[in-house]
Structure formats: C-alpha cells, structure tokens
T-cell receptor, first 111, second 114 residues
Framework: GEQVEQLPSILRVQERSSASINCTYENSASNYFPWYKQEPGENPKLIIDIRSNMERKQIQGLIVLLDKKAKRFSLHITDTQPADSAMYFC??????????FGKGTSLTVIP | GGIITQTPKFLIGQEGQKLTLKCQQNFNHDTMYWYRQDSGKGLRLIYYSITENDLQKGDLSEGYDASREKKSSFSLTVTSAQKNEMAVFLCATETGGARYAEQFFGPGTRLTVL
C-alpha cells in the first residue's frame, strides 16, 4: 500500500466555506508532516507543517490537526477564497531522507 | 535563504533522445531529490543524493540516470525519451538534521516529447 494516502483527490467548495483534506500514514515513526500548495505552473510551496510533539497548529486560516494514535493528519482551510484554488500535497517524514508524499488534492473554490 | 535553479525551464525532445536536466542550489544542503510529476498527479521519486558523488534510486529510477558531481548541483538524464511523454520534473533540497527535515522545491522543468 501507499506510505501516505491523501483524500479526497478532488474537492470543490463554495467561497467562504471550509475545505478539509485528510492524510493517513503507515510509519508510526513519522514525526514531521508538511503541507504544500502548488498553483498551476508553479512549484510546490510549504504552507504549514506540524511536528509530532503537537496536535494542532494554526496559521491564519490554515489549521493542521495530527492524531498520532490513528496515524492521521489533516489540513483545514477556513473561509476559503478563490485564491485558495490549487493542488495541495501532504507529506510524512521520519526525518532525514525519508519523505513520502500523498498523491495530492485538487481544490477548487467556487465564487 | 537560498535559491534552487532548474534549467531548462521548458524542454522539448524527440522520441528516443537523451535529455539532461540540471538543478543548482545555494542552500548548501547535502541532500537533493529529483521528482517526476505527471499532470494533476502526485510526486514520484526518481533519484536522490545524500552528498557529492552519492546516488540513491527512488521508485521511478528506471529510464533515468543521475549525477551529483558537486554538492551544489544534481543532474538528471532521461536516457530515452518516450513519445508523447509530458511531465514536470521537480528538483528539491532538504535541510540537514536527523530528526526534522524540510524540503524546498525548485521551479521545475516541463518536458514535452514529440
């Protein structure tokens, strides 16, 4: 199976509603969980991350939750705007040279 | 801060051609990666290198060669381009540290094979 599973693969939401993306991982030694946003024609850019010593992190309208017991982490985008439309990738890492990416979620925010 | 440069930005090749993509970084990071991204899809690891002259195969290494002659540069060669192939090749570097590491991506090389 996949080291990191990301769902949904496609997500469409109305402007100003919330969007949630979920990832699960296999390796319980994973301790770093970054989220990347990739706009069309651009490279992925880190937008928020969470480390294994935390359960919740918020940067403005982005919230990341981590449930180590369930080996699950999620990204929640509150008050979505059309500018949030992009591909989003989660990743799980056990440290140096051990990064596994999810397959991505294509988010479309409908005005 | 630092920067990752990938050249060329766009690459058009012919079927069967050998094509080389280059990546330069001035982060002074030891580890560098090459990923392939097909349209609307996730990232698949082709090769990575933990230091100068080191090469490690990823899941997608067949059909590719790589070269890390200097710490600051990591090249990827498509040994025989496949007809109608279209993909973006992303180079990334990784901060050091055994416990927590972060990856930074270059702008990508967009490959089209005619």
């Amino acid at each position: 199976g996949e080291q990191v599973e990301q769902l949904p693969s496609i997500l469409r939401v109305q402007e100003r509603s919330s969007a949630s993306i979920n990832c699960t991982y296999e390796n319980s030694a994973s301790n770093y969980f970054p989220w990347y946003k990739q706009e069309p024609g651009e490279n992925p850019k880190l937008i928020i991350d969470i480390r294994s010593n935390m359960e919740r992190k918020q940067i403005q309208g982005l919230i990341v939750l981590l449930d180590k017991k369930a080996k699950r982490f999620s990204l929640h985008i509150t008050d979505t705007q059309p500018a949030d439309s992009a591909m989003y990738f989660c990743a799980a890492s056990t440290g140096y040279q051990n990064f596994y990416f999810g397959k991505g979620t294509s988010l479309t925010v409908i005005p | 801060g630092g920067i990752i440069t990938q050249t060329p930005k766009f690459l058009i090749g012919q079927e069967g051609q050998k094509l080389t993509l280059k990546c330069q970084q001035n982060f002074n990071h030891d580890t560098m990666y090459w990923y392939r991204q097909d349209s609307g899809k996730g990232l698949r690891l082709i090769y990575y290198s933990i230091t100068e002259n080191d090469l490690q195969k990823g899941d997608l290494s067949e059909g590719y060669d790589a070269s890390r002659e200097k710490k600051s540069s990591f090249s990827l060669t498509v040994t025989s381009a496949q007809k109608n192939e279209m993909a973006v090749f992303l180079c990334a570097t990784e901060t050091g540290g055994a416990r927590y590491a972060e990856q930074f991506f270059g702008p990508g090389t967009r490959l089209t094979v005619l």
